[in-house]
């Protein structure tokens, strides 16, 4: 095969699996794909019985990338380091994920079974949208967000960089999140969240308090 078709997908741990599935689930030919990972303890395991887990050392460097990596920093990391650029990137959609035509979706983002991304949402460089979350109209989110399973955005919500809402958490319309900051799990966030904060509980407050 041209390797120029080669998608190779970084990363074989608990969230490349989901991003392996929905590229079985979309019929997507199994030997366009490649996955890596640099633990020992995944090299040269199969993943689903259909992918041997490659060493990163020996990454295809003609094949495009998709980070399947769940961590926001290390997915932001490793994009960095082995793409040739951003633009590069492989955004991956299961089939059965409902994204509008209006909304825009970058390279090297994941959008999981279930999720729902609405009219005008915008989606920065490897956000992953995971199963049955729902960005809604005209949300912002930006590059390494992770948008957990089951949270909900209001419409116009802004997510800065790196952050991470947790599992069904809820966070009302046109409130701006900043960046790498951490919405815990069921948290309904009423209010601007400031950069690097850790909030949780309903209304969310501060860890920190
Ligand atoms: C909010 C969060 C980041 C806090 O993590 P942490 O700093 O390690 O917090 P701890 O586990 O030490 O808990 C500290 C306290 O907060 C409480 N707490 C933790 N998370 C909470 C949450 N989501 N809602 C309400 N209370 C929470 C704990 O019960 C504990 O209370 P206590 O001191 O009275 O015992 C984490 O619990 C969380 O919700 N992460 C999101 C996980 C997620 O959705 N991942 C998605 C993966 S796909």
Redesign the pocket.
């Known amino acids: 095969m041209n390797n120029s078709f080669l998608t190779a997908i970084l990363g074989a741990g608990g969230h490349a699996k989901v991003v392996l599935d929905a590229l079985d689930s979309n019929g997507t030919n199994q030997d366009s794909i490649v996955v890596y990972d640099t633990s020992p303890h995944l090299i040269n395991t199969l993943v689903f019985e259909k992918w041997r887990v490659q060493d990163q050392k020996h990454l295809d460097l003609k094949a495009r990338l998709h980070i399947a990596i769940?961590d926001n920093k290390v997915r932001k990391a490793l994009s960095i380091k082995h793409s040739k650029g951003l633009d590069d990137l492989v955004a991956i959609q299961h089939n059965k994920a409902i994204v509008s035509c209006t909304a825009s979706i970058s390279p090297g983002s994941f959008i999981a079974a279930g999720a729902v991304v609405a009219p005008h949402a915008k989606l920065g460089y490897g956000v992953i949208a995971?199963h049955m979350s729902i960005i809604d109209h005209d949300c912002f989110i930006g590059n390494w967000v992770?948008i957990?399973?089951n949270a909900t955005l209001g419409g116009q919500v802004i997510v800065h960089e790196g952050s991470?809402v947790?599992?069904?958490?809820v966070v009302l319309p046109g409130v701006i999140i900043g960046a790498y900051s951490?919405?815990?799990?069921?948290?309904v966030v009423t209010r601007d969240v400031p950069s690097k904060e850790?909030?949780?509980?309903i209304p969310a407050k501060s860890?920190n308090l």
């Open positions: 769940g995971n992770h957990a399973p991470m947790g599992a069904g958490a951490i919405i815990g799990a069921g948290a850790t909030v949780y509980g860890a």
